[in-house]
Nanobody, 116 residues
Framework: QLVESGGGLVQAGGSLRLSCAASGRTFSSAGMGWFRQGPGKERELVAT????????YYADSVKARFTISRDNAKNTVYLQMNSLKPEDTAVYYC???????????WGQGTQVTVSS
């Protein structure tokens, strides 16, 4: 089970930190990723992190603004989002990933709205 939180309404240039709490004993051995789905858009991959946290990937649109991290002791993955833009407005989801592809059922997501 995946439970995302931390979304909200923020002005452009602001910051938010998303959290994703995952259940299951395999979390610490799984790659994790954040995805988002904006209004009228398909869901897209935003960032991934390896099981150890040593390897990360970012979509070009968020590079240098977003940071993905994880705490395996807490079964939680985070997404620090800085310098937010209106185009970052979306529902954000986390998932276990293999090769950047989601591997389990989606959670409810968390809404991020960036006003201009």
């Amino acid at each position: 089970q995946l439970v995302e939180s931390g979304g909200g309404l923020v002005q452009a240039g602001g910051s938010l930190r998303l959290s994703c709490a995952a259940s299951g004993r395999t979390f610490s051995s799984a790659g994790m990723g954040w995805f988002r789905q904006g209004p009228g858009k398909e869901r897209e991959l935003v960032a991934t992190i390896s099981w150890s946290g040593g390897t990360t990937y970012y979509a070009d649109s968020v590079k240098a603004r977003f940071t993905i991290s994880r705490d395996n002791a807490k079964n939680t993955v985070y997404l620090q989002m800085n310098s937010l833009k209106p185009e970052d407005t979306a529902v954000y989801y986390c998932n276990r990933v293999v090769g950047g592809r989601p591997m389990q059922n989606w959670g409810q997501g968390t809404q991020v709205t960036v006003s201009s």
